[in-house]
């Protein structure tokens, strides 16, 4: 069974500081790791797609990384408009209809 | 933004009711999907459909129902034996299903049953 493993739930920062998020994964065959951002209320948004490791992708103050077994959100010199969940999810190589597989999601909280 | 397009955004209803959600794309895209999100979980798939007239069962689909009648519309059914039916239900779509396409997603609808 596909699984997905976001650390840590919560991330508070202060204006500037950078961090980076986690997103552990187990699934048989990846075909591709998505990342999303949702703010409260909302429908998450499309970030990045990574396919196979090694991978990185750059977004203004975001860059999402690949591995084997995990990926990595780094928010670099995060402002309070950064302030989101971000969702991390995977489709496997035999996945039906393009099914993905959510984690829980990292709320990030930005302070001025 | 505004691809995809839900209604309503609240809804309420009383428990035993069957209550429909809609969700129409103007992306022209063949795939679309319902998804279910409940406080610290992840989004978890109810059905999805690739092709008009052709749907599928994903992880949660019992207690619900949908329909893909036109290409740009994909109603849900929330049926009075779906347990625990209060959520925040989202939408999406994606260009097709049979490659890593990333999915679009709507504004969500938050059902409240009481």
């Known amino acids: 069974e596909d699984q997905v493993t976001q650390s840590p739930e919560a991330l508070r920062l202060q204006e500037g500081e950078s961090s980076s998020l986690n997103c552990s994964y187990t699934v048989s065959g990846l075909r591709g790791l998505f990342w999303y951002r949702q703010d409260p209320g909302k429908g998450p948004e499309f970030l990045f797609t990574l396919y196979s490791a090694g991978e990185e992708k750059e977004k203004e103050r975001l860059k999402a990384t690949l591995t084997k077994k995990e990926s990595f959100l780094h928010i670099t010199a995060p402002k309070p408009e950064d302030s989101a969940t971000y969702l991390c999810?995977?489709?496997?190589?035999?996945?039906?209809?393009?099914?993905?597989?959510f984690g829980g999601g990292t709320r990030v909280l930005v302070k001025p | 933004d505004g691809g995809i397009t839900q209604s309503p955004k609240y809804l309420f209803r009383k428990e035993g009711q069957n209550v429909t959600l809609s969700c129409e794309q103007i992306?022209?895209?063949?795939?679309m999907y319902w998804y279910r999100q409940d406080p610290g979980q992840g989004l978890r798939l109810i059905y999805y459909?690739?092709?008009?007239?052709?749907?599928q069962k994903g992880d949660i689909a019992e207690g619900y129902s949908v329909s893909r009648e036109k290409k740009e519309s994909f109603p849900l059914t929330v049926t009075s034996a779906q347990k625990n039916p209060t959520a925040f239900y989202l939408c999406?779509?994606?260009?097709?299903?049979?490659?890593?396409?990333?999915?679009?997603f709507g504004p969500g609808t938050r059902l409240t049953v009481t």
């Open positions: 999406a779509s994606s260009i097709g299903a049979g490659a890593s396409y990333e999915q679009y």
């Open positions: 992306l022209n895209h063949d795939a």
């Open positions: 459909s690739q092709i008009v007239n052709d749907f």
């Open positions: 999810a995977v489709q496997a190589g035999q996945a039906a209809g393009n099914k993905l597989t």
